[in-house]
């Protein structure tokens, strides 16, 4: 009997927890799970923004998979993601290991690296773009000054460049996510461990490689797990400096997924672009989280 | 336990669904905000001013009201988005040739009182005209013209060039590009704006070309377009003009122009009215000259600005009134002259001021009066506007300069575009 009632208290809990859940429930649902299938049902019309719209099952993915502009897009993603991550994780490791030096005006040095990260996208953006100028940028100035080139460089015009300019703007606005991030696992490192490799002969690489690397692995992965999410879904770097141009030679996906939906107006195409690589996004996300839940 | 939870579980969502569809039902009945969308100037007094008329107006009216500025740039994404989210705004002013796609997608109030009501030139009511109705109101001239700098030009010892020829042949002499100066400062880039696409559309009508006829016919793929075509990318392939007016958007020949580092430029008189404020020693400089002619004539395609009001708003009526109040004389005519020339007046009896007496400004209230529509011959509907819009002719050129395209191969691919837009 007293067993019994204990399963019925523990039934009662049960379905109590369950009630009190269903609000939470219903409220992710309505605000992310409804918009994602409205999302997948758009992409499988003909949805033109003031026009009723039919089901055309998978045309606009047909269509898109056949567009070489759409494959040049997705190239485009991986190399402004890949390079963009790369040379911050590089660089921002570099920085982070002399921040975590002690030496004379290092709280200023910490401050000034964070100016980049603090201004605003749309400030940012519209320097660099002022900078890059091809006839009163500061940039080509610059390189004429001194005399390595005689006629300005075409940073945002020219198809080989333009993506690898805004590359660079993406590199220096992220660099203090990752000497921020990095200082702190650095900070965590326990200093006798440097000191005992010194006295067994390890030399500073070696003490980088064995010690600094594995102590730090899983904010080093984070970090850049995180900044990649970001990264491929850059937009307003992008978007302000080039436009995605000229003739998408700069365009990401998010760009790409902008200039169809709102220059075209084909939103339905739009919305596939956005839903033909949210399985790379959810891989990516699942291995973010994956790797959260483990340091908690 | 469980009971008492279950109906504290229940009381609750009754309680939230409740509130939730009451505050929508309260904001049903309201009547709404009034909300006027309005473009970024180029003269920042303006903004200033229709603000101040704008919510003068409403005070008057004992409406709510809300007076919002947008970059002409982004202006369609957002009106896109407000569509589809049934949330527009009562009242817009944009470029004649986006106000005439919203017309064509049934998105607008028909206008024909006002148009019938009030005083506008011919000219003005052919830049409104949309083939499905009365939709558009007129409000200003945008009339364009071509700046040149007479003192590179009478450096090099030659005559004012009158042809697009004549520009080209001038533009070697005048280029000087290891000291950041390019004769030609013709814009190209597929930014959303309307210079680029207007300067090419009458680059191919002087040529003898045309994209779409009177009838909707595509009549683009012609040799005198291709010619057209192989022109204007010469002038980026052989680096007469600066390699950044491939992406430059309506700004960017305004920027060149006043930092010095172009010879010509293309524009309204948002370039003039910046010289005669910010640098007169470069006004002196300057000459304003009539557009190039090509073999078939010389052609000013131009466009305007425009009222339209969306039948989605909440307050049509007040915001028609608005219009009205909007081209009252003692408000409209000092609008217009604070444009410093930049804007010319759409109704009869608003140039009678000392400042149209002025030979510059005379000039441009002339030339407002002798374009044509944007989208020549082609009808102005929605189709010729989408494809103006999506800047067809101008991607076409960035194919040849940008990737080395067959000039051929992108007049093809022109032609498959117009099909696409006009579903043929």
New interface residues.
Partial sequence: MRKKNKLLVNQ?EK??GQ??V??LFLLVFGLMGYPFINTIYISLTNKR???DSSFIGFKNYIRLFQDPTYWMVLKNTFVYMILAVGVKLVIGMILALTLNEDFKGRAIVRMLLLIPWALPGMVAAMTWKWMY????GII?SILKNIGLI???I?W????HLTLYSVIIVNIWRGIPFFIFSLLGGLQTIDGQLYEAAKIDGANMIRRFWSITVPSILPVISITTMLSSIWTFNDFENIWLI??G???N?SSVVATYT?QI?????E?AQAVSVAVSIMPILIVMILFASKRIGKED | MKKKALWIVCLMLILVTTMVFAQGQAESDKPGKFVMWDKSEYVSAYNDLVKERFYAFAEAQGIEAEYIVIPPNDLKSKLLAAIEAKNTPDLVVTDDFLAKQFAGMGQLVDVSDIKNDLPFYDAAINMSYVKNGDYVVPLSFLAPGLYLRKDKWDAAGLDLPVTWEDYKKDAYLVNDPKNDFYALGFPMGASGGGDAEGMMRAIILSYGGALVDENDNIVVNSPETLEALKYISSIYLEGLAPPSAITWDDMGNNNAYLAGTIGVAMNSGSIYSALKNEKPELLEKTMIRPWPAGPAGSFTPSGGNVFVVFKNGKNSDAAKLFIRDYFKKDFYENLVIEMGGMWQPVVKGMDQNAFWKDPTNAAWLASSKTTVPNTYPAVPDENSTRAFSEQVSVKAVQKIVVNGMDPQQALDELEADLKRIYNK
């Fill in positions: 009662n379905t109590l009630l009190l269903l609000p923004v003031g026009y100028n091809d006839t009163f080509n005689e006629v300005s075409p945002l015009s020219s198809k080039t436009g141009g000229p003739l030679s902008y939906a709102f220059q075209y107006n939103m």
